[in-house]
């Protein structure tokens, strides 16, 4: 089973999705850097795929001949910087 890294809902592929392709239910592209598997904050570029080329943005539908998307709801844990900043705000914000 695949999941949207951003919404969290279930994906159904038949076939690989394209750079096109988005998630039915938040319209977030599905060939992303955060739904590949060689995905790793860590890493050089922040993918364990050491030929890959650099890429900006990671929620864009790219290009990446190395993508393969993840399986299962491992990648889940994945935040948007966004969505941070909005916690933090709400945490401190005037009354």
Known sequence: MYYCYKC?????????????????????????????KFYDEGATNQCR???????????????????AYIAGKEHLHHVDKKDIKNQFDQLFKKK
């Open 8 to 36: 969290h809902n279930e994906v159904n592929l038949d076939v690989k999705p394209t750079r096109f392709d988005v998630c039915d239910f938040c319209g977030a592209y599905l060939r992303c850097c955060y739904n590949c």
């Open 49 to 67: 795929e050491p030929n890959s080329a650099y890429i900006a943005d990671r929620s864009v539908g790219n290009f990446c001949g190395f993508f």
